[in-house]
């Protein structure tokens, strides 16, 4: 379970994030939604810590992330994977290699285990017989599948997922949606999503919070979203004229 | 390049806690040692041909200029070799060494990290809970500044046979004249001072290209851009450094 209270981030006196509250569940797919530049990586990097917010809070589970020095919050990080939006392969390590490497710092495996757990995790994001191939030789698909064989290559209790889409035509993105919401399920992540991609909030969005200009404007699931009453949400969700049309808006 | 300053106050301080994460104690010292093995081969071992090729060359050339501004009859011609391995050792195989070496190591760590900052590796490897730093950095400025004397030797001996390759092949002097000037008042400090300009110049040149590859920002002009500040930084921090250490050592 992640808990953010009343967070606030701002860059150079523009204020980024509102004072964002919400709260994430295990087995559950949560999605951050909205425009781009509404805060949503900004709200994601404040959560893995990559940023540090003015003020607020971050809970995992009974932790307070926010008030944690460098060495006690890598004990956190252990338990988080992240798919990152370009994938963020080490470029100078194979396929294998990029999975095996939070093994290396974490485990004391054998190169055998490593393997056969890198294997493991390859099979299940359906990646096989391309572990001694480079990141640069893969597709962006491909990429997007290793990115998760690497982040639940130590069975995280939470998941991160920025903009899992972008660069990815409609099937394959509907895969990786996919793939993200069965890991999600078969292992109990708390899993939250970073996207403005419609076909990911109607297909796995367990929990959708809606941000715009900084704050959360809207809370609900796939199911509420069509009918939610909330104008910005409407503008961003309800874009073309038709879809306007259907919803009444025009 | 912005030089208020408030700016370089807060960039030596960057720089300062770069270090200082970069030296804490790595998590595995098994990773450690092997990455040193890796960027001993890219960064040490890479460097010997361009050295010695430069150093083979001006070897060839002090003795050729030697000689042409050697007109008085009443000077010994084994001046020639003296004057070679002075001007060799002092200046040419630590100092100059150390500013080609600005251009093919420091661009090399400048870009690389640089890249790796922009496409998110860097960020990866923060949230697994990997120190980075350590990581990526440490074994660089380990190997250099440790490695980095025996490529001012090799330069040395280099540019003595360059030396010696004039004499046999244009006879200006006899090669006995040659090994006697060679031999001539030589006051072994002078190496070991050499040796240790050499180490001082390649932690300045790793650590600085470090610090502006780790923080580049901007997309791929942004690598570009931090790579150019961080060659001219290495080169002025070299110069002023060998005033200092010659000051100091001689």
């Known amino acids: ?250 | 390049m912005n030089l208020s300053i408030s700016n370089i106050f807060e960039s030596v301080g960057d720089y300062w806690l770069l270090m200082k994460r970069a030296f804490r104690k790595p998590e595995k010292w098994g990773i450690f040692f092997k990455q040193f093995i890796t960027e001993s081969d890219k960064l040490i071992i890479g460097s010997i041909p361009i050295v010695a090729l430069i150093s083979l060359f001006i070897g060839a050339v002090v003795v050729i200029q030697t000689d042409k501004n050697m007109n008085n009859p009443l000077i010994d011609k084994m001046y020639i070799g003296y004057m070679a391995r002075e001007t060799l050792v002092l200046e040419f195989c630590s100092t100059m060494v150390a500013l080609i070496l600005t251009g093919k190591m420091g661009s090399n760590i400048a870009s690389e990290l640089g890249s790796m900052r922009i496409t998110e590796q860097i960020d990866a490897m923060e949230i697994m809970g990997i120190n980075s730093a350590g990581y990526l950095i440490a074994p660089k400025i380990v190997s250099a500044t440790i490695l980095s004397p025996l490529i001012m030797l090799m330069s040395f001996i280099v540019g003595l046979f360059g030396g010696a390759m004039v004499v046999a092949i244009l006879g200006m002097i006899s090669m006995s004249q040659y090994v006697t000037g060679l031999q001539y008042s030589f006051n072994p400090w002078y190496v070991s001072y050499s040796m240790i300009k050499m180490s001082v110049f390649c932690f300045i040149i790793t650590s600085v290209c470090s610090y502006f590859g780790y923080y580049a920002k901007g997309g791929s002009q942004g690598v570009g851009r931090s790579s150019t500040k961080a060659i001219v930084m290495s080169c002025a921090l070299i110069l002023v450094f060998n005033y200092l250490l010659t000051n100091l050592l001689l």
Request: proline letters at 3%.
């Open chain 1, 1 to 250: 379970m992640i808990t953010v209270k009343n967070l606030c981030k701002s860059f150079d006196s523009k204020l980024v994030l509102d004072n964002i509250s919400i709260s994430y569940k295990p087995g559950n797919c949560s999605l951050i939604i909205g425009a781009s530049g509404s805060g949503k990586t900004v709200l994601l990097k404040n959560l893995v810590g990559l940023t540090q917010p003015d003020s607020g809070e971050v809970w995992y589970d009974s932790h307070l992330f926010t008030s944690m020095d460098e060495t006690a919050r890598k004990d956190v990080r252990r338990n988080i994977g992240m798919l990152f939006q370009g994938s963020a392969l080490f470029d100078f390590a194979t396929v294998e290699e990029n999975v095996m490497f939070p093994m290396d710092f974490f485990t004391n495996w054998s190169r055998e285990q490593k393997l056969e757990r890198a294997n493991f995790c390859l099979k299940r994001v359906n990646l096989e017989n391309a572990n001694k191939k480079m990141p640069s030789e893969l597709s962006g698909g491909m990429q997007k599948r290793v990115g998760i064989a690497r982040a639940i290559a130590l069975n995280p209790k939470y998941l991160f997922c920025d903009e899992p889409n972008s660069g990815l035509d409609p099937t394959t993105s509907i895969v990786i949606d996919r793939l993200i919401q069965e890991i999600t399920k078969e292992y109990n992540i708390t899993t939250v999503i970073n996207t403005h991609d419609m076909n990911s909030v109607m297909e796995i969005g367990d929990q959708i919070g809606f941000i715009h200009q900084g704050r959360l404007m809207w809370e609900g699931s796939s199911s509420e979203i069509l009918d939610a009453q909330c104008r910005e949400l409407n503008d961003f969700v309800f874009v073309s004229k038709m879809a306007r049309q259907l919803k009444g808006m025009e």
